[in-house]
């Protein structure tokens, strides 16, 4: 390979037609007088088309390569390589000095004595991840095994995203695993029943969870905070029948131990407003209807279902819109008030499609005050455009696999750790399985991996027609 040339931060690097070379691999260029190593990263590959000073370094290379002057007998072999020719486009991340990573350029190096070779992006990881609990995520373009530091995750916002059937729900189920397995309390929001496949793997410490079978509350365990929560921001009871809600309620109180049917009780003696008496029984007979707010046997506890080194799988799959949207609003607005008063431990949260029942007001509490309180949520989505634009300013990490809309690539590209460039010209070639990571848990340098298997048992494959036997 030699240096050709230098584009703001993109190096031009040719390669000839013996020298494979793949998208998101890493080189360095090294200029031993002047002792500076640059660290690259390939981001596009063409096929060179410029003649003169290009032609030149070409056959200067190839006849140090084959140790012979280029005569006019052999032009013909010459002008047939030169066809071959591949320009690469690296991207400038650093210099290597030492042993670590600096993110500057200080010199260029030279054109006619620069040494080009490969760096498997594993390596480049090891120089910047310290030490840590660390999680295999998979194998580099050269068939290295990439690990990451879980703590990497720990206080972050993180986005795993993707067009459908890339491999988005396969990578999340594997740092579900490594998480519980590296002590993690852990909270899945399993909008498709992908998940449930986990527990098999670690029966003990793994739960699912389906709603009105074993996941229950009571009225007297949500309080009426909850209540006036869900009937707000979830059934838009109006204001002057949630001030007249927020009146009964002590009323209640005095009559015993608060049910749904005491509240309708309460509500049918003590409201005269005929507009607010309806308001009130329509939306609170809407709650009895659901399956998972009951007044008979032991309540839920979220204090028992978050605990170190433990994974909770909520089943949101068989929930009508409106049920799913109501419990939801029980979780997030039950992890609150648990957080604020510090009666849960830290967690992650992986929400599958989250648009689908998160309402849009709830955006702002779980990237900014949540993440104070120790909720860091992980992102699982193909329609990036369902996501708040504060998520896209804060993420830390994504994990992304191919995408081939511009539009979904122009929301990515906002994020500050990366460049458009790189996330433009490399994530619509990803084979399925095959991710760009960006971010903090690989210390902002873009790295390709090919996500390991996790096993059959683990649900979420497309069941086809034609490869059933009938």
């Known amino acids: ?11 031009k690097v040719l390669a000839f037609p013996m020298e494979n ?3 998101g691999e890493y080189l360095t260029i090294t200029d031993r007088d002047r002792g500076i190593t640059y660290l690259v990263q390939v981001i596009d ?4 088309d410029i003649p003169g000073l290009t ?28 066809r071959d020719v591949k320009v690469l486009d690296c991207e400038f991340r650093g210099i290597i000095r030492d042993g670590q990573i600096r993110r500057m350029i200080v010199d260029l190096p030279s054109r006619s004595k620069a040494i080009i070779e490969k760096i498997p ?8 991840l310290g030490e840590g609990r660390r999680i295999l995520i998979g194998k580099d373009l050269e068939g290295f095994d990439v690990f990451i530091n879980a703590e990497d995750l720990d206080g972050a916002l993180t986005l795993i995203t993707g067009m459908k059937g890339t491999g988005k729900s396969h990578l999340a189920k594997l740092l579900v695993l490594e998480l519980v397995k590296k002590g993690a309390p852990v909270m899945v929001f399993d909008i498709n ?7 098999r793997r670690m029966k ?9 079978e074993n996941l229950k509350f009571s009225i007297d365990y949500l309080e009426k905070g909850i209540i006036l929560d869900i009937l707000t921001n979830v059934l838009d009871l109006p204001g002057v029948s949630a001030n007249f809600f927020n009146d009964l309620w002590p009323i209640a109180e005095k009559r015993g131990k608060i049910t749904i049917d005491s509240l309708i009780d309460v509500v049918k003696s003590a409201t005269t407003n005929i507009m607010v008496k309806d308001a009130l029984l329509t939306r609170l007979m809407t709650l009895r209807a659901t399956k998972f707010i009951r007044d008979n046997g032991q309540s839920s506890r979220i204090e028992d279902l978050i605990k170190a080194g433990t994974a909770s799988i909520i089943v949101l799959r068989d929930l009508p819109p409106l049920d799913r949207r109501i419990l ?4 997030l607005s039950k992890f609150v008030s648990l957080l604020l008063n510090e009666k849960l431990p830290s967690f992650f949260l992986f929400a599958e499609e989250a648009h689908l029942y998160v309402r849009q007001t709830y955006w702002e509490d779980i990237i900014t005050r949540m993440r104070h309180f120790g909720l860091f949520v992980i992102f699982i989505t193909n329609q990036l455009e369902s996501l708040d634009q504060r998520v896209f300013k804060q993420l830390d990490n994504v994990f992304l696999f191919s995408f081939k809309n511009d539009g979904d690539l122009e929301r990515i590209s906002k994020i500050s750790d990366a460049d458009v460039k790189t996330i433009k010209t490399m994530v619509k070639d990803l084979p399925r399985g095959v991710c760009l990571i960006i971010g903090k848990v690989v210390s902002s340098m873009p790295l390709v991996v090919q996500v390991r298997d996790i096993g059959d048992d683990a649900l979420g494959r497309t069941r086809f027609v034609f490869r059933n036997a009938f």
């Open 1 to 11: 390979m030699k240096l050709y040339s230098k584009d703001g931060t993109t190096f």
């Open 21 to 23: 070379v793949h998208k």
């Open 45 to 48: 590959i063409n096929y060179i």
């Open 55 to 82: 032609e030149e370094l070409v056959r200067e290379e190839l006849t140090v390569n084959e140790g012979e002057e280029i005569g006019f007998l052999n032009l013909g072999d010459i002008l047939t390589t030169l």
């Open 121 to 128: 992006s594993s390596q480049v990881l090891e120089l910047l």
């Open 193 to 199: 029943g992908e998940y449930v496949g986990l527990a």
């Open 204 to 212: 003990d410490r793994i739960k699912v969870l389906y709603p009105g």
């Open 328 to 331: 939801v609003e029980i979780l």
